[in-house]
């Protein structure tokens, strides 16, 4: 943490945007630290609030732009090369693909909001050829949403952002369990809609 204070602290705007671009691609940058210490600097008056969100939303949306490019380019070789040691396959990939027909897309709307999961939506959407357009419209959606609920965290919050923050990553967990829970229901649900004859 303390590298990072100081990298933003001498590079300002441009180190949050470099944070989060090599953040969101995959280095170990605690992103969601990150977003809600910038909005922090923002309610000491260090940083001003728009340069801040636009630094935060460009870097998140170049990171992300990378990991989809980099499944778009080197996904299947990689697949086929190394996939088998990290149990992802072909036949997964395919699956996968079929996923991002029907949902596919929200999670990268979404996927933000759970660590260690962005850059993989982002990889996984340009291994599964989605088009790049459906990719930035969800992507650079998820993005600003993203960057604004953590950086508002740390400005109306002030002082107590660093323990808000902790109780938000502690409840993360079961609250994706929950979504997950009410996504199946209403598939199931819509499906055997779909199934029940009609009068």
Same mark, same amino acid.
Request: charged share 15%; glycine share 10%; proline share 3%.
């Given at each position: 943490?303390?590298?990072?204070?100081? @990298?933003?602290?001498?590079?300002?705007? *441009?180190?949050? *945007?470099? %944070?989060?671009?090599? /953040?969101?691609?995959?280095?170990?940058? !605690?992103?969601? @630290?990150?977003?809600?210490?910038? /909005?922090?600097?923002?309610?000491? #008056?260090?940083?001003?609030?728009? !340069?801040?969100?636009?630094?935060?939303?460009? /870097?998140?949306?170049? $990171? +992300?732009?990378?990991?989809?490019?980099?499944?778009?380019?080197? $996904?299947?070789?990689?697949?086929?090369?190394?996939?088998?040691?990290?149990? %992802?396959?072909?036949?997964?990939?395919?699956?996968?693909?079929? =996923?991002? $027909?029907?949902?596919?897309? =929200?999670?990268?709307? *979404? /996927?933000?909001?759970? !660590?260690?999961?962005?850059?993989?939506?982002? +990889?996984?959407? $340009?291994?599964?050829?989605?088009?790049?357009?459906?990719?930035?419209? *969800?992507?650079?959606?998820?993005?600003? %949403? =993203?960057?604004?609920?953590?950086?508002?965290?740390?400005?109306?919050?002030?002082?107590?952002?660093?323990?808000?923050?902790?109780?938000? #990553?502690?409840?993360?967990?079961?609250? %994706? @369990?929950?979504?997950?829970?009410?996504?199946?229901?209403?598939?199931?649900?819509?499906?055997?809609?779909?199934?029940? !004859?009609?009068?």
């Amino acid at each position: 943490m303390e590298t990072i204070t100081h @990298w933003i602290s001498h590079y300002g705007y *441009f180190g949050i *945007f470099s %944070l989060l671009t090599l /953040g969101i691609v995959g280095l170990p940058v !605690p992103d969601e @630290w990150l977003l809600t210490f910038t /909005g922090f600097l923002v309610y000491k #008056q260090t940083l001003r609030l728009v !340069p801040a969100l636009i630094s935060a939303i460009l /870097g998140s949306a170049c $990171g +992300i732009t990378v990991s989809y490019l980099i499944g778009h380019t080197l $996904g299947i070789y990689l697949i086929k090369k190394y996939g088998t040691h990290f149990h %992802l396959t072909e036949e997964r990939l395919n699956r996968v693909h079929d =996923w991002y $027909g029907r949902i596919g897309t =929200w999670a990268l709307l *979404f /996927g933000y909001f759970v !660590p260690g999961v962005r850059h993989l939506t982002a +990889i996984v959407a $340009g291994t599964s050829k989605l088009r790049l357009l459906t990719f930035g419209a *969800f992507a650079y959606t998820g993005a600003c %949403l =993203w960057v604004a609920t953590f950086v508002s965290i740390g400005y109306f919050f002030g002082e107590k952002w660093s323990q808000v923050l902790n109780e938000i #990553q502690d409840h993360l967990d079961l609250a %994706l @369990w929950i979504a997950d829970a009410l996504l199946v229901i209403y598939f199931v649900v819509r499906y055997a809609f779909k199934r029940s !004859p009609r009068s």
